[in-house]
C-alpha cells in the first residue's frame, strides 16, 4: 500500500534519469559519425573551422552552469528545504548528497564533474539541433 503513494515520485525520476540516458545515446552515436556526414547535415564544408564551434560552446555553457549549481546543490544548508524533484532535475548530485552527504572532495573532483558532463551532453545535443535545423 505504500508504494502506490511514493509511485508518482519514483516514475517521474524514472522518466528524468531515461531522458538524460537519451541524450548521453545520442551524444555518444554523434561522436562516432565521420565528420563528413555531419558537415552534410549542417551544409557546411567538411573542413569549416566554424562547424563544431556552436555546439561546443553550449557544451561548454551547460557544463559550466551544472557545475555551478552542483556546487550550490551540495554547499547548501540544510535550512533552506530545497525541493527534492526540482534539485534532482536541474542537478543528479543532489539525490547523492540527500543518500550519503558526500566529501568536499568527492564532490568537487568527482561528483560535480559528472553532472557537468551530463548537462553538457544535453547542451552538446541542443547545439546540434540549433547548427542543423536553424535557417539561414
Not at 2 to 18: C, K, M, Y
Request: glycine fraction near 8%.
Amino acid at each position: 500500500m505504500l508504494r502506490g503513494s511514493e509511485l508518482p515520485v519514483q516514475s517521474e525520476w524514472v522518466i528524468f534519469a531515461t531522458a538524460l540516458g537519451l541524450v548521453g545515446v545520442f551524444g555518444v552515436a554523434l561522436a562516432v559519425l565521420p565528420r563528413s556526414w555531419i558537415a552534410k547535415a549542417c551544409k557546411k564544408h567538411r573542413d569549416d573551422e566554424r562547424l563544431f564551434l556552436a555546439p561546443l560552446k553550449w557544451l561548454g555553457g551547460f557544463a559550466a552552469i551544472s557545475y555551478l549549481l552542483a556546487l550550490v546543490a551540495y554547499l547548501a544548508p540544510r535550512h533552506w528545504d530545497l525541493d527534492s524533484q526540482l534539485m534532482f532535475s536541474l542537478c543528479p548530485l543532489y539525490f547523492v548528497k540527500m543518500a550519503v552527504d558526500p566529501s568536499p572532495l568527492t564532490t568537487f573532483f568527482l561528483l560535480a564533474p559528472m553532472n557537468a558532463g551530463a548537462y553538457g551532453a544535453l547542451g552538446l545535443t541542443i547545439g546540434w539541433a540549433w547548427r542543423v535545423f536553424r535557417r539561414g
